[in-house]
C-alpha cells in the first residue's frame, strides 16, 4: 500500500518555464513533508520542506505548496534550468515518526 | 567536513553469496537507515536503527541483515537469500527519527 503517491513517472520542461511535479498522500497522520532531489548514481540531497501548520514555503526557485484537505502537495520550480533535471522525490513523516515515507520519484528533464 | 561515506561505489557478487556494504557517518546523527533504489520504484526502506545495538526492520528486510555496533556505522549484508539483490543501495542518517536525512552517494550492487 502505497502512502506516498508521485503519479507521473516523468515531466519535460523547457528551460526557463514553470516546473510542477506533484505528491499525493493517504495517511492523515503525515505532518511533515519533505523534497529530495537526486542525480543517477548519487545520494537524494534535501531541497525543501512543509510542516502541515503551513501551506506553502518558499526558497528560492522552489516553492511547496500543501493542499491538506486534498492530502496533496506540489513541488514548483521558477525558473527551470537544465540543471534542475534530475529525480525528485516526495517524502512524508508522522510527528514523531520513525521513518520517512518516499514516493516513487518524478524524473524532470529541463530542455534548453 | 561531516557526511555519510559508503563503500564501495559498485559492487560485484556471485549469486549465492553474501556480500557487505559499508556505512559510515561522522555527523553524530541517532539513527541510520538502509534504502533499495529500483526503477519506478522509488526509496524502499531496508532496515533502521535509532540507537546502537538496536535497529527494525523496514518494508523490505528478508534476504538482508544489519548490526548497529558503534554510533557511527550501520553496515548492511545481502544474502544469498535475497532473490533480486542487483540494485542502488543509500544509506542514511537524521539526528532524530523521521527528520533531516543525510544521504550517501550510494553502492550500485550486481550480481553476476
Known amino acids: 500500500d502505497q502512502q506516498v503517491k508521485q503519479n507521473s513517472p516523468s515531466l519535460s520542461v523547457q528551460e526557463g518555464r514553470i516546473s510542477i511535479l506533484n505528491c499525493d498522500y493517504t495517511n492523515s497522520m503525515f505532518d511533515y513533508f519533505l523534497w529530495y532531489k537526486k542525480y543517477p548514481a548519487e545520494g537524494p540531497t534535501f531541497l525543501i520542506s512543509?510542516?502541515?501548520?503551513?501551506d506553502k514555503n518558499e526558497d528560492g526557485r522552489f516553492t511547496v505548496f500543501l493542499n491538506k484537505s486534498a492530502k496533496h502537495l506540489s513541488l514548483h520550480i521558477v525558473p527551470s534550468q537544465p540543471g534542475d533535471s534530475a529525480v525528485y522525490f516526495c517524502a512524508a513523516v508522522m510527528e514523531y515518526g520513525n521513518k520517512l515515507v518516499f514516493g516513487a520519484g518524478t524524473i524532470l528533464r529541463v530542455k534548453s | 567536513d561531516g557526511g555519510i561515506t559508503q563503500s564501495p561505489k559498485y559492487l560485484f557478487r556471485k549469486e549465492g553469496q553474501n556480500v557487505t556494504l559499508s556505512c559510515e557517518q561522522n555527523?553524530?546523527?541517532?539513527?541510520m537507515y538502509w534504502y533499495r533504489q529500483d526503477p519506478g520504484q522509488g526509496l524502499r526502506l531496508i532496515y533502521y536503527s535509532q540507537i546502537v545495538n538496536d535497529f527494525q526492520k523496514g518494508d523490505i528486510a528478508e534476504g538482508y541483515s544489519v548490526s548497529r555496533e558503534k554510533k557511527e556505522s550501520f553496515p548492511l549484508t545481502v544474502t544469498s537469500a535475497q532473490k533480486n539483490p542487483t540494485a542502488f543501495y543509500l544509506c542514511?542518517?537524521?539526528?532524530?527519527?523521521?527528520?533531516?536525512?543525510?544521504f550517501g552517494s550510494g553502492t550500485r550492487l550486481t550480481v553476476v
Open positions: 555527523l553524530n546523527h541517532d539513527a
Open positions: 512543509i510542516s502541515s501548520i503551513k
Open positions: 542514511a542518517s537524521s539526528p532524530q527519527t523521521g527528520v533531516g536525512y543525510t
